[in-house]
Structure formats: structure tokens, C-alpha cells
């Protein structure tokens, strides 16, 4: 079992940027794919960005292509999320899901129900 906590969430003015980490409990962090969704308000919970467990696939949501980098630091058991021009419609709370991969190294996964482990998750509030 590995645990999951984000960090690193705040409130930026639009246009600005921010980066969350996921740090994991387990030294075998290596081991699982990772992926970032976001919560607003009285919407439902939706898929952000995924990275293999090599760092060497990512894949990201239309919304947020072009503006967001999916990193990790597998040394570190440390996922981070880059977030360059930020827009008010990027408010949520942001929480990071791990999945352990056994086969590949170049897999990662985009629906919640693929993902077994997920973190309490971050606040990020950007004004207009």
C-alpha cells in the first residue's frame, strides 16, 4: 500500500504558475504509474495529466495541454505538476492517484477507476 500527499497549492493571479508535488510513502514508488486529477466545485473529479512509471510517457487532458508538464523524481518518490498560465477556470482542488505497473515501464492510466491509491489532495484558487 502506498500513501499519497499533495503540496504546494495556493492561490496565484491568472496568468501565473504553481507547482504541486505528490510525494509517496514507499521507496518502491518507481514501481507505479501516477496521474493528477482536479475537483471544482459541484463538478465531478477529472483527469488532468498521467505519467508512466519511467517518467518516459505522459499523456494530458485537452484543457490543459500546452500548459501543464507531468513530471517525477522516482529518487525522491516524488510526482510533480508544473502549472504555467494559469486561468480562473483551473480552480480546484488537485489530488494525485498512484497505480502499481508490474509489465510495463511505459504504461499510465486516465480514469479514476483505474487508479487504487489517491491523496487528500491541494487547493489551487486562481483570480482574475
Known amino acids: 500500500q502506498v500513501q499519497l500527499v499533495e503540496s504546494g497549492g495556493g492561490l496565484v493571479q491568472a496568468g501565473g504558475s504553481l507547482r504541486v508535488s505528490c510525494a509517496a510513502s514507499k521507496r518502491t514508488f518507481s514501481n507505479y504509474a501516477v496521474g493528477w486529477f482536479r475537483q471544482a466545485p459541484g463538478k465531478e473529479r477529472e483527469f488532468v495529466a498521467a505519467?508512466?512509471?519511467?517518467?518516459?510517457?505522459?499523456y494530458y487532458a485537452d484543457s490543459v495541454k500546452g500548459r501543464f508538464t507531468i513530471s517525477r523524481d522516482n529518487a525522491k518518490n516524488t510526482v510533480f505538476l508544473q502549472m504555467n498560465s494559469l486561468k480562473p477556470e483551473d480552480t480546484a482542488i488537485y489530488v494525485c492517484?498512484?497505480?502499481?505497473?508490474?509489465?510495463?515501464?511505459?504504461?499510465?492510466?486516465?480514469?479514476?477507476?483505474?487508479?487504487?491509491?489517491w491523496g487528500p489532495g491541494t487547493q489551487v484558487t486562481v483570480s482574475s
Open positions: 492517484a498512484a497505480q502499481r505497473i508490474i509489465y510495463s515501464d511505459s504504461y499510465y492510466y486516465t480514469e479514476k477507476d483505474e487508479y487504487s491509491y
Open positions: 505519467i508512466s512509471r519511467s517518467g518516459d510517457n505522459t
